[in-house]
């Protein structure tokens, strides 16, 4: 079996990071509200370094950042894909879309209140 029709080429490997990198590039050109949560990301990061975050809450910030621009992604993903099913409106299509930026909404109110309970001592003190 030749090396490129394998389940688990290397270059099938590289055309699914090239197809996920494309995808980056649409989330961040098109989704204003990446933007917003990349810049948001870069303030936490900064402020990490700057209040010297422990490990642990490192690792925590990592995971908020992480699942929050994966979220993001994955409500444009369900807004696109409702887009091509029916451009027409649709009570059903409104409530896909709505209940996406609703998932997206309450991990972005938890990212905030977990950032506030790491920075805020370090803040006072």
Same mark, same amino acid.
């Given at each position: 079996?030749?090396?490129?029709?394998?389940? @688990?080429?290397?270059?099938?490997?590289?055309?699914? @990071?090239?197809?996920?990198?494309?995808?980056?590039?649409?989330?961040?050109?098109?989704?204003?509200? @990446?933007?917003? $949560?990349?810049?948001?990301?870069?303030?936490?990061?900064?402020?990490? *370094?700057?209040?010297?975050?422990?490990? @642990?809450?490192? *690792?925590?910030?990592?995971?908020?950042?992480?699942?929050?621009?994966?979220?993001?992604?994955?409500?444009?993903?369900?807004?696109?894909?409702?887009?091509?099913?029916? #451009?027409?409106? $649709? #009570?059903?299509?409104?409530?896909?879309?709505?209940?996406?930026?609703?998932?997206?909404?309450?991990?972005?109110?938890?990212?905030?209140?977990?950032?506030?309970?790491?920075?805020? #001592?370090?803040?006072?003190?």
């Amino acid at each position: 079996m030749d090396l490129q029709e394998s389940k @688990f080429g290397l270059t099938r490997l590289k055309k699914s @990071f090239g197809y996920a990198w494309e995808g980056m590039k649409l989330v961040w050109s098109s989704e204003q509200n @990446f933007r917003i $949560h990349t810049a948001a990301a870069v303030i936490a990061c900064a402020l990490g *370094i700057i209040l010297s975050v422990s490990a @642990f809450e490192w *690792i925590i910030l990592v995971l908020l950042i992480c699942g929050m621009l994966a979220l993001e992604t994955m409500n444009t993903a369900i807004e696109k894909a409702v887009d091509l099913v029916t #451009p027409e409106y $649709h #009570p059903l299509a409104k409530a896909s879309k709505d209940l996406a930026s609703a998932a997206v909404l309450l991990f972005a109110i938890g990212s905030f209140i977990i950032g506030c309970i790491i920075f805020i #001592p370090k803040i006072l003190n």
